[in-house]
């Protein structure tokens, strides 16, 4: 319960600081010689220079790679890349989310596998499929996990049903299984 509550608070702080605002949100198709995509059936709608927004991800790739970028997501992403430090995104469904930055929160209703290798990243998807948690002071908390795998030192791993235990080989972890 207190998990839920959490998530909505933070949600709803989320919503209220992006509403109105707008960002690129970059599919990586791959670009031609003359620098444009080659494949602009793709390419996303609505777009200023600030960093807030929301947006449909139509299955798309989506790479995040500015700095202090808050993002509402909206469908489902086949991926979400973030490189960038000090990020936001709230999203509906991710197949993939692999974050490399610092500082990053991660919100999700369901996500399919998470490659976390950054410092201070949060992550709370409502479910997620597999994990693996690199890097330095991460935090996973969802209500069901199917597989949890932690390299990483000084994380915390935290779930409530699906996998039994996490495969741990860091240091100075925290993991609360069911």
């Known amino acids: 319960m207190k998990k839920t509550?959490?998530?909505?608070s933070i949600?709803?702080?989320?919503?209220?600081?992006?509403?109105?605002?707008?960002?690129?949100?970059?599919?990586?198709?791959?670009?031609?010689?003359?620098?444009?995509?080659?494949?602009?059936?793709?390419?996303?709608s609505g777009s200023?220079?600030?960093?807030?927004?929301?947006?449909?991800?139509?299955?798309?790739?989506?790479?995040v790679d500015e700095e202090g970028s808050q993002l509402v997501l909206t469908g489902t992403c086949a991926s979400v890349t973030i490189t960038a430090d000090n990020v936001a995104v709230n999203l509906e469904s991710a197949g993939d989310v692999t974050v490399s930055g610092n500082y990053v929160t991660v919100l999700?209703?369901?996500?399919?596998?998470?490659?976390?290798?950054?410092?201070?990243?949060?992550?709370n998807p409502d479910t997620i499929g597999s994990i693996e948690i690199?890097?330095?002071?991460?935090?996973?908390?969802?209500?069901?996990?199917?597989?949890?795998?932690?390299?990483?030192?000084?994380?915390?791993?935290?779930?409530?049903?699906?996998?039994?235990s996490a495969t741990d080989t860091g240091t100075g972890n925290t993991v609360v299984a069911p």
């Not at 002071?137 to 996998?163: F, Q, R």
């Open 134 to 164: 690199g890097g330095e002071y991460n935090t996973l908390t969802t209500k069901s996990a199917d597989s949890v795998s932690i390299t990483g030192d000084y994380n915390i791993a935290n779930w409530d049903e699906g996998a039994a």
């Open 5 to 8: 509550i959490a998530t909505a």
């Open 48 to 63: 200023d220079s600030s960093n807030f927004g929301s947006g449909a991800c139509d299955d798309r790739d989506l790479v």
């Open 108 to 123: 999700a209703t369901e996500i399919g596998t998470a490659t976390l290798s950054g410092t201070n990243i949060t992550i």
């Open 11 to 44: 949600a709803a702080l989320l919503l209220v600081g992006l509403a109105g605002c707008t960002i690129e949100l970059r599919d990586p198709s791959p670009v031609s010689e003359s620098g444009s995509p080659t494949d602009t059936s793709k390419a996303p």
